[in-house]
């Protein structure tokens, strides 16, 4: 049965897969992952933040998701989802799923396994996968 958790849950996890795929780098800024890195790019967690929660009053918002909730920056609506989004984030932040160690696009076989894993843990539907992450890639 789908709920509004569940429903918001395959959402968030919809749309930074499908912005995943596009990345042309792993998003970082001074040699560390950001929510907002150079030329526009953005991390996974940073797909569902804004400019202002993702770097309120101009200064640069980096760390993991758990910190956001700490320092009362999460959405209210995002806090119930924060062990997903905090998976979505170990993946974007491991150097492993992307070519050229971070500085190209997402290896497509390692990012497509963790989001794989991902889904299983937290019960989502993996159809989105098929088109931005093919398993023939």
Same mark, same amino acid.
């Given at each position: 049965?789908? &709920?509004?958790?569940? !429903?918001?849950?395959? $959402? %968030?996890?919809d749309i930074i897969v499908g912005k995943a795929a596009k990345m042309p780098s792993q998003c970082s800024r001074y040699g560390s992952c950001s929510y907002r890195g150079a030329n526009g790019n953005v991390c996974f967690v940073g797909h569902v933040l804004s ?11 980096? $760390? ?7 320092? $009362?920056?999460?959405? *209210?609506?995002? %806090? ?10 170990? %993946?974007? *932040? *491991? ?6 160690? $971070? ?12 989001? %794989?894993?991902? !889904? ?5 539907? &993996?159809?989105?996968? *098929? ?5 023939? !890639?």
């Amino acid at each position: 049965m789908t &709920t509004p958790l569940t !429903a918001l849950a395959q $959402g %968030i996890y919809d749309i930074i897969v499908g912005k995943a795929a596009k990345m042309p780098s792993q998003c970082s800024r001074y040699g560390s992952c950001s929510y907002r890195g150079a030329n526009g790019n953005v991390c996974f967690v940073g797909h569902v933040l804004s400019d202002d929660q993702a770097e309120p009053d101009g200064k640069l918002i980096a $760390g993991p998701v758990e910190d956001l909730v700490q320092q $009362g920056r999460l959405p *209210d609506y995002l %806090i119930p989802h924060v062990k997903l989004l905090g998976a979505l984030q170990r %993946i974007h *932040d *491991d150097r492993s799923n992307w070519t050229a160690f $971070g500085s190209g696009p997402p290896d497509m076989r390692n990012m497509r396994t963790r989001l %794989i894993s991902v !889904a299983s843990q937290f019960a989502l539907n &993996t159809r989105v996968l *098929d088109e931005h992450f093919p398993a023939t !890639a």
